[in-house]
């Protein structure tokens, strides 16, 4: 049937149409049928959804692309071949479904859709991608699946606001490297023919929760998969993987696949056992190993005991600094010293008991560019540490923060800070003064304002957190900050924006907000 539902139109499947008589077009009707009746409903220029799924059509009219204030787009289960010239001008759409079609190739025009959140292309007959798709500045989600893709485009992996990428049931050999996707969620790339999986794949990714590489040719996992901290389930079944790097056993997996695979390290009976007798059998290697590695501090009568807990391993290979989850309250002298002339760039002393930043971080402030204290007692950080000055990442939440020293200004190569769980009542104001920042993540405090002319003056912010606080309103002006991608508002006490405003996404957030800034 075909109805209006606010602002929508509908045809899929059995489509009554009214116009002055009655015609009815069935499930799986012909395009010329549908194109007619479409082409008088195109001039409806108030149009937000449309959807057009289920039936025969070959083509599209060109009319389609007058409608300027369009939002959704749905033309799955059809058997389109292309998609027709002029289709950039629909520059409010946010949501494009083409999947089941017939698609051979994606014009680079598309990637003109500048306002595009959501964009479906699978299970068409796709070989390649445009390499102007990474001018999709906010698209989010990018489904691929199903398609006939050898490679992807390297600047698939510019794609600052990508959150959910789906690339699997495809022919690929090699993934590009993710250089800017710092906010991505999701990679599924099972059932391809990817053959390595290498450090440059791996190190950006430092916000996947859910990394999918089932059914593919992998040999080996690099021992760079432990720097993927935030990764929460991991798919390796079905592949060729022979061992498992016992760096792995340091994330905090709540689900590991590896079934299907010739794996000769592990006995089947702790595979049976599931994911968390897995790790904790990766975590007892490391330490059984570890003192064999040739530069780690030869273990004698004499060794103190938070000596024997360095990792090593990931000193030498992963260039990582890993004291966390000990409960300590200080961090041993060892630790620093087993460093020796080894090069670091990342620091993770998180699930601590640390009420203040160890002073000998200072050291490594030539050389590291990422540090966790997450989950310690912090309640202030102290100005020598902001001597770290190639920091560009930086987690201190779950702490007890209620503001950051004015020196934080100084760390001119920070992006992304999270400063969730603490006790922060406004945003910081030092933070207004560091014109690096991407990424603000401060949810869960106690945050009762923000000053949108300051914030406005962050042209490089993308991503701004909020979620949990005191707002008790968001001042219209915020609206003008429109290099934001990412606004998170929920759970705050104001009454507007209302949910329904919510959940439309950023961008509509941002144009309400600037809707109601003063004459």
């Known amino acids: 049937m075909w109805m209006f539902l606010k602002r929508q139109i509908r045809i899929s499947r059995s489509v009554p149409l009214t116009d002055g008589g009655s015609k009815r077009i069935s499930r799986n009707s012909s395009s010329p049928v549908i194109n007619s009746s479409l082409s008088r409903m195109t001039s409806a220029s108030y149009l937000l959804l449309l959807f057009l799924i289920h039936n025969k059509l070959k083509m599209l009219p060109e009319e389609i692309t007058n409608l300027k204030n369009l939002k959704a787009l749905h033309l799955q289960h059809n058997e389109l071949t292309c998609i027709p010239e002029g289709f950039e001008r629909l520059s409010s759409l946010e949501d494009l479904d083409l999947s089941s079609n017939r698609l051979a190739a994606v014009p680079a025009g598309l990637a003109s859709l500048s306002s595009l959140l959501r964009l479906n292309l699978s299970s068409n007959q796709l070989k390649s991608l445009p390499t102007e798709i990474s001018k999709m500045k906010r698209l989010k989600h990018l489904d691929c699946n199903s398609n006939l893709l050898e490679t992807v485009p390297p600047e698939l992996g510019l794609m600052e606001s990508l959150e959910l990428l789906y690339l699997r049931r495809n022919k690929l050999r090699a993934l590009p490297e993710f250089l800017s996707c710092r906010i991505l969620k999701e990679l599924h790339v099972g059932e391809n023919q990817i053959e390595t999986l290498q450090a440059e794949h791996l190190q ?138 080894n090069i670091i760039t990342s620091v993770n002393f998180s ?147 209302r949910a329904a405003i919510l959940m439309k996404g950023t961008a509509a957030v941002l144009e309400y907000l600037r809707d109601r800034i003063p004459a």
């Open 204 to 341: 950006q990714l430092t916000a996947v929760l859910v990394l999918d590489l089932r059914d593919n040719k992998l040999k080996s996992v690099p021992e760079e998969i432990a720097l993927l901290q935030s990764l929460e389930r991991l798919d390796l079944s079905n592949n060729d993987i022979s061992s498992l790097p016992c760096s792995l056993g340091t994330l905090h997996l709540k689900f590991l696949a590896l079934e299907g695979n010739p794996l000769r390290t592990i006995r089947r009976e702790i595979i049976a056992k599931g994911t968390q007798e897995v790790l904790k059998h990766l975590r007892s290697k490391v330490k059984d190993d570890g003192p064999n590695q040739s530069n780690s501090v030869p273990e004698t009568a004499m060794t103190l005991p938070s000596e024997s807990r360095v990792n090593i391993h990931a000193i030498v290979t992963l260039k990582l600094l890993d004291y966390s989850d000990k409960q300590a309250t200080v961090i041993p002298d060892d630790v620093f010293d087993a460093v020796k002339s």
């Open 351 to 497: 699930k601590n008991c640390l009420s203040e930043i160890p002073a000998r971080v200072v050291e490594l402030k030539e050389m590291v560019s990422e540090v966790s204290l997450s989950f310690n007692k912090l309640a202030f950080i102290s100005q020598e540490f902001c001597v770290l000055q190639k920091l560009t990442f930086l987690d201190i939440r779950n702490n007890l923060l209620s503001s950051l020293p004015e020196e934080v200004a100084s760390l001119a190569k920070l992006q992304t800070i999270n400063l969730s769980f603490n006790r922060f009542k406004v945003l910081p104001e030092v933070l207004y003064q560091i014109p690096s920042l991407e990424t603000i993540l401060i949810s869960n405090n106690q945050v009762g304002s923000v000053d949108p002319q300051k914030m406005q003056l962050m042209e490089k912010l993308s991503t701004l957190d909020l979620q949990n606080n005191d707002l008790l309103h968001i001042p219209p002006e915020l609206g003008n900050c429109v290099h934001l991608r990412t606004l998170l508002l929920d759970g705050n006490p104001f009454r507007v924006p």
